[in-house]
């Protein structure tokens, strides 16, 4: 749960969605995608989506990400409208860092680059850009690689750079559509790890699409479960587990009890 949940006041919401759909396609020939009646992501919370491939993970994300529109419904981001209609509203969206999958350097840019390259589209002074790139840099522990191409990182550090890319102006929100699918299994508990502390050190509010479940249990505060298309929330776990958890709170019972739980459900629904 959020972690200032030891104080009074309610901790407001992030992100909020009313009755939100989305169907892709000529009438017709359309696909029903997604179907959320009611989800709340509150401030500093850490949520992770799950579910069957095709059931509108991916939908989900880039409709809060401001990259498509709902078909119906409503959508606010730190209490703003993100959609009037069709139109986006740039001022919820600048609130939002996105990470997905591949890293999507640009390769004709440094790393320190494309770190930056948000900030410059801003107009970000060139002075405040180089200071920014370092912080940044050291924040995600690629300190010292940002003359190189990305050509030159490994995966892991691609990943690295694309989160402090995310992180450069300062959003709210980081969305992260299976960040570290393709990275080896060491490389992905380490990624694991490092996340959770930038998270500590942050605050951000963190929505995370996997497909691994026990990747979801460690990192979440609440994982919520989708079902197939159109995708629906089926369930919702809160994780109980202190901060900042360990690699080795996976081998105790209760966590390995929750994954499970979780494994049968997606099995029953898939
Ligand atoms: N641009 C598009 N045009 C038409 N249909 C689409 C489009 N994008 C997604 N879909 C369909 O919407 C459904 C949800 O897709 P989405 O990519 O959101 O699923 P997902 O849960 O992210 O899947 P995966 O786990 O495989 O990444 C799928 O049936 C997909 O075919
Ligand atoms: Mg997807």
Redesign the pocket.
């Given at each position: 749960m959020p972690r200032n949940n030891l104080t009074a006041a309610p901790v407001p919401a992030a992100i909020c969605l009313e009755q939100v759909d989305?169907w892709?396609?000529e009438f017709g020939q359309q696909?029903h995608?997604?179907d959320v009646t009611d989800l709340e992501v509150l401030q500093g919370e850490f949520v992770v989506l799950l579910?069957?491939?095709?059931?509108?993970?991916?939908?989900?994300?880039?409709m809060i990400g401001g990259l498509?529109a709902p078909s119906h419904g409503r959508l606010r981001v730190m209490e703003r409208d993100l959609w009037k209609g069709k139109t986006r509203q740039s001022d919820a969206v600048a609130d939002l860092g996105v990470v997905f999958q591949d890293a999507n350097l640009f390769p004709w840019l440094t790393v320190g680059q494309n770190i930056t390259l948000p900030l410059e589209l801003r107009g970000a002074p060139k002075d405040d850009c180089l200071a920014r790139v370092r912080e940044l840099a050291s924040l995600v522990g690629i300190a010292g690689f940002e003359q190189r191409w990305p050509r030159e990182l490994s995966g892991g550090m691609r990943q690295r750079a694309a989160i402090a890319r995310a992180l450069s102006y300062d959003p709210d929100i980081l969305l992260m559509?299976?960040p570290f699918g393709a990275l080896d299994a060491m490389t992905r508990d380490a990624m694991n790890i490092e996340l959770q502390t930038l998270w500590i050190k942050t605050a951000k509010t963190i929505v995370l699409?996997t497909?691994s479940i026990s990747e979801a249990v460690f990192l979440a505060d609440r994982v919520i479960l989708?079902s197939p298309?159109p995708?629906r929330i089926d369930t919702v776990v809160n994780i109980p587990f202190a901060r900042p958890r360990l690699l080795d709170t996976q081998t105790t019972t209760e966590f390995q009890s929750i994954v499970r739980d979780l494994r049968h459900r997606l099995d029953e629904i898939s």
């Open positions: 989305k892709y396609g696909v995608a997604l579910g069957p491939s095709g059931c509108g993970k991916t939908t989900l994300l880039r498509i559509d299976e699409v497909h989708l298309r995708g």
